[in-house]
């Protein structure tokens, strides 16, 4: 009965303390459509979501062998792995799906231009690079966390 009545209690204080149930009109508070208040400047007309963080793409390292044929790139615990790698032109990179959640794979610059589209859990999706460059790509669902570089080389 004790732990309920703390816990009900804790709900409580968290409801206020977030400002849940209050109507009220302030000087802090505008309206909007007249059905919702939102904090003044909250809300620019016009406006729209963005990220927190931009991407930081990694580099390959300076002494980073370069690969060829198929290279194999890991989504796993919403990382890369590797996230910075050299292949040889004509290589081809497989990135394959190694979490429970939905991934993908989109190119943001460089000598090739792709979107895998919805990656489910075990799946895979290919590309041959045919062209030098540097190529920076990542999943859109978690680009903070799921970005690489590949530079691909002659």
């Known amino acids: 009965m004790r732990r309920t009545l703390v816990m009900l209690l ?10 849940c ?11 909007s459509s007249g059905t919702s ?6 809300i620019r007309p016009g406006a729209s979501l963005t990220q927190f963080k931009a991407p930081k793409y990694a580099s390959p390292p300076a002494g980073a062998p370069v690969l060829s044929g198929v290279v194999q790139i890991a989504y796993r615990n919403i990382t890369i792995h590797p996230d910075a790698i050299r292949v040889k ?24 231009s792709f979107a895998s ?4 859990p075990g799946a895979s999706f290919q590309v041959r690079l045919r062209r030098p460059g540097v190529l920076h790509y ?4 978690h680009p903070v ?7 691909v080389v002659s």
């Open 21 to 31: 149930g209050g109507s009220g009109s302030s000087s802090q508070t505008r309206r």
């Open 10 to 19: 804790s709900l409580g204080t968290l409801a206020l303390a977030s400002g």
């Open 138 to 141: 990542l999943c859109t669902i």
């Open 117 to 120: 589209g919805r990656l489910a």
């Open 89 to 112: 032109v004509g290589s081809t990179i497989r990135w394959t799906n190694f979490d429970t959640v939905v991934h993908n794979v989109t190119s943001r610059s460089g000598p090739s």
């Open 145 to 151: 966390t799921m970005n690489g570089t590949i530079e």
């Open 37 to 42: 208040s939102v904090p003044a400047g909250a």
